[in-house]
């Protein structure tokens, strides 16, 4: 079983910065992708940024150059910087965790996706 807990939510004026943290625990497990989500009051979970098991990031347009995805190296904690932020990005942060039971060439066999609780990022004007 594998488990995720998010910190590091609060308010914050627009323009300024939060740093949000994920710890991931459990017994042994492979790490395919790790990823930051978002819902907002009547919207839809949406995704914000992800890290892949190469390191490859990815990021939704409308956080890009402000928003930056980490992890340290032992890649059981997962960051998400957000600078200059605004109101629209007021929200519930998930983090969230998808496994493997192994890996066959490079393919993620048997995926299983895990999620926190989230934690709240309030931006004011």
């Known amino acids: 079983q594998v488990h995720v807990v998010e910190s590091g939510g609060g308010s914050v004026q627009a323009g300024g910065s939060l740093k949000i943290s994920c710890v991931v625990s459990?017994?042994?497990?492979?790490?395919?992708?790790m990823g930051w989500y978002r819902q907002a009051p009547g919207k839809e979970r949406e995704l914000v940024s992800s890290?892949?098991?190469?390191?490859?990031?990815a990021y939704a347009d409308s956080v890009k150059e402000r928003f930056t995805i980490s992890q340290d190296n032992g890649k059981n904690t997962l960051y998400l910087q957000m600078n200059s932020l605004k109101t629209e990005d007021t929200a519930v942060y998930y983090c969230?965790?998808?496994?493997?039971?192994?890996?066959?060439?490079?393919?993620?066999?048997?995926?299983?996706?895990?999620w926190g609780q989230g934690t709240q990022v309030t931006v004011s004007s």
């Open positions: 459990g017994s042994m497990f492979i790490t395919n992708e």
């Open positions: 890290i892949s098991r190469t390191g490859a990031t």
């Open positions: 969230s965790i998808t496994t493997c039971a192994y890996i066959v060439s490079r393919a993620c066999i048997k995926p299983t996706t895990y």
